[in-house]
């Protein structure tokens, strides 16, 4: 769910308001994995030093239809990282794959060339979307 984690940092570094969705698996209490949206809205007041005013947070969940039908219109928006390391599994099919892929860790990864490959992708993605918002930031 890196997604959740990276995607709102472009906007709020910059002091903008903005509403971000991304689509994934997700736990419930119990553990089950659903199916969801996941939307947030920031909203920064208006001038020369904008400050946030609210974050709203929330999740809907989604039948896999929903999922597949929501992620097509827009994989690099909904599922960026996902999208750009070429994972483009079905809504179905990350219901039935969730506790292996949750079993995967950085650190595994580290010990095998495909993994090693992946999180070097990854990191050359991360690197790639955010460099204008780190350097805006240190401005």
């Known amino acids: 769910q890196i997604c959740i ?6 906007a709020m570094s910059l002091r903008q308001s903005h509403t971000q969705i991304c689509y994934g ?4 209490r119990d553990g089950t994995p659903v199916l969801a949206k996941w939307t947030t ?3 920064f007041s208006e001038g020369e030093e904008p400050e946030m ?5 929330w999740m809907e969940p989604l ?13 690099i928006k909904t599922r960026p990282f996902a999208y750009a390391l070429g994972d ?4 179905i099919q990350l219901l039935r794959e969730y506790f292996l892929d949750r079993k995967v860790t950085f650190e ?5 060339s495909t993994g090693r490959r992946t999180l070097s992708k990854l990191a050359d993605v991360i690197k790639e979307k955010y460099a204008p918002y780190i350097t805006a930031a240190a401005a």
Do not use: I, W
């Open 41 to 43: 809205r920031v909203t």
């Open 88 to 91: 483009r599994r079905k809504g």
């Open 63 to 75: 039948t896999p239809e929903e999922f597949d039908y929501g992620t097509a219109a827009n994989p």
């Open 25 to 28: 698996v997700f736990p419930l």
């Open 108 to 112: 595994q990864m580290k010990h095998s």
């Open 5 to 10: 984690l990276f995607e709102c940092l472009p």
């Open 53 to 57: 005013q609210a974050m709203e947070k």
